[in-house]
């Protein structure tokens, strides 16, 4: 049920948190981005579209052209 709540939340509502996040550790936009496409495969361009789109957490990954093989051994 907590996942699923999550999973609902506007993948543009969360990446400015992720960003503000990684600022405050000194870390930039752009290395988040570079993880991100690393992540699920999405360029500079597509990214933005999702983001203009406003999909939820859920649709942004199911829509992901490619999810890295290695993204199960992040921890």
Do not use: H
């Amino acid at each position: 049920m907590k996942n699923e709540r999550i999973y609902n939340m506007t993948f543009s509502s969360v990446y400015p948190l992720y960003i503000n996040k990684i600022e405050k550790k000194r870390r930039s936009k752009d290395e988040l981005d570079t993880v991100i496409y690393w992540l699920t495969g999405y360029d500079k361009d597509s990214l933005q579209a999702q983001l203009e789109k406003e999909v939820c957490l859920k649709t942004f990954f199911a829509e992901a052209p490619q999810i890295n093989p290695n993204a199960d051994k992040i921890k």
